[in-house]
């Protein structure tokens, strides 16, 4: 499985930004999708963002203008820029990849999650 790791949350005031990083190892699988999702207690997991190996970056609707999905793939790192924070973006976000095993077959992994807290 490969693994994923995320660091740079932590608690910001409304309106503020934080910048989450997820790096991932590459070495054996190459990632075909990058995603964050969210997930808050007794909820479900929802979808924040991704980037797709061949360009394309998707956003929740709730995120739109906000917060930037990006990809270092030097560094084998995802980011997600959080700006303009509110109080209903506090949550513990995950990394999500799905990375080509072979022809045809995938394999998916996620991060342990690193908390956003948004609050005075």
């Known amino acids: 499985q490969v693994q994923l790791m995320e660091s740079g949350g932590g608690k910001e005031q409304p309106g503020g930004s934080l910048s989450l990083s997820c790096v991932y190892d590459e070495t054996i699988f190459t990632p075909y999708r990058l995603a964050w999702y969210r997930q808050t207690p007794g909820n479900q997991r929802e979808f924040v963002a991704d980037s797709m190996s061949d360009g394309p970056r998707n956003y929740a609707n709730f995120v739109k203008g906000r917060f930037t999905v990006t990809r270092d793939r030097a560094k084998s790192t995802l980011y997600l820029q959080m700006n303009g924070l509110n109080p209903e973006d506090s949550a513990t976000y995950c990394c999500?990849?799905?990375?080509?095993?072979?022809?045809?077959?995938?394999?998916?992994?996620w991060g342990r999650g690193t908390q956003v807290t948004v609050s005075y």
């Open positions: 999500n990849g799905v990375f080509v095993v072979s022809q045809g077959k995938s394999a998916t992994s």
